[in-house]
């Protein structure tokens, strides 16, 4: 049995990693700052479960992270907290800031410096595993070759920079102090438990209210999904086999418009949840653009399938399907997570903007 230090353990990607983590046997320390977009409910099949420590803290506390390397001992610690959404960091980039790079800053010195007192060979078997993303890398046009470990970083929103800026933090402190790390940069996840500012789980429950659905621009924005339990499968290989100080690029091989997802999730309710009021497709309404949108991202990861034999086990098509069931049986934690702050931000980002019929 595994010990793992978690950070952002009960958002989105982070409880499934701990979910699938505590489901294979491993201890988990999770710290959590309990943000707008982390949740309890996502971990609520293990309340009374010994081997999963929940910590309600902030990764910048040093006092506090100490104390829990000290105490647990952990053989990895995988950073997965983060501000993650585009539209607020162009709202509010300071916040972005301080959790995005002044956090994992603050993270590293803090395990760093445990570390470095370890026995020799509990330092060779530790390891830091950082989870980024692909929008680092910038913008892909149409006919561009996939982004890779290659790809030189070209962030284009506040949000994308600071991820940068912890990623490149994160590779000094390898390239500096020999401190064994490894970075992961994912394309876009969908799943179960997803917080409903994102694409999927917004239009799916916009949908159910009959309300519009907004679509950027002409919808004509490519992204690449992957599902977030192929993403934790992804995770524990580069921990357990990645080469130290190495990235590891994660995508889904599914390709999609902002605008072909939307439709997805319009199809899939009409068959599970047909609307008296007509086709859910009806709702969708396309308003302006938000500054500096990526066009596409698209993420090459025969690095991580050659090396390391990952393959995503859901084709985009089932794990859609899949999404949209689960949110349509679990509406209590919708209602729970749909709080008067999230619907308070909805209306600061979407309220304002120019709207249009789809044609």
Not at 48 to 58: L, Q, S, T
Not at 107 to 114: F, P, R, T
Not at 190 to 211: D, S
Not at 269 to 286: I, N, Q, T
């Amino acid at each position: 049995m595994a010990t793992l230090l978690v950070t952002g353990g009960a958002g989105f990607i982070g409880s499934c990693y701990v979910l699938a983590r505590r489901a294979a046997g491993d201890r988990v320390i999770n710290l959590d700052k309990l943000t707008y977009s982390g949740n309890m409910g996502n971990l609520l099949s293990l309340k009374g479960d010994a081997d999963h420590i929940f910590v309600r803290g902030d990764i910048g506390n040093a006092e506090l992270v100490r104390h829990l390397l000290e105490t647990y001992a952990p053989d990895a610690v995988l950073h997965f907290a983060a501000e993650s959404h585009v539209d607020r960091s162009i709202l509010d980039p300071g916040a972005f800031v301080r959790t995005n790079v002044l956090g994992t800053c603050a993270l590293l010195h803090s395990v760093y410096g445990w570390w470095k007192d370890l026995a020799e060979e509990r330092r060779q078997t530790f390891r830091f595993l950082h989870v980024s993303t692909d929008e680092v890398f910038g913008a892909l046009r149409p006919d561009d070759d996939a982004f890779s470990e290659e790809t030189a970083y070209a962030p284009n929103s506040p949000y994308s920079a600071s991820k940068a800026a912890s990623d490149h933090f994160v590779r000094a402190y390898h390239e500096t102090y020999g401190f064994p790390t490894l970075i992961t940069n994912c394309s876009n996840n969908y799943g179960p438990r997803q917080f409903p500012e994102k694409l999927i789980p917004l239009v799916t429950l916009n949908a159910l209210a009959r309300k519009p659905l907004p679509v950027y621009g002409t919808g004509s924005n490519i992204r690449d999904w992957l599902h977030v339990e192929d993403h934790c499968t992804a995770l524990q290989l580069v921990l357990e086999a990645g080469r130290v100080g190495q990235t590891y690029a994660i995508g889904g091989r599914s390709e999609r418009t902002n605008l072909e997802v939307v439709r997805t999730v319009c199809a899939a309710l009409d068959e599970m949840a047909p609307s008296r009021e007509g086709p859910y497709a009806e709702l969708v309404r396309f308003v302006t653009d938000r500054p500096g949108h990526d066009f596409r991202y698209a993420i090459d990861c025969s690095k991580l399938c050659r090396e390391l034999g990952w393959q995503p086990a859901h084709t985009f098509e089932e794990g859609l399907r899949e999404t949209v069931r689960w949110y349509l049986d679990n509406r209590e934690w919708v209602e729970n997570v749909q709080s008067g702050d999230y619907r308070k931000w909805l209306d600061v980002n979407y309220a304002g903007r120019v709207q249009r019929v789809s044609a």
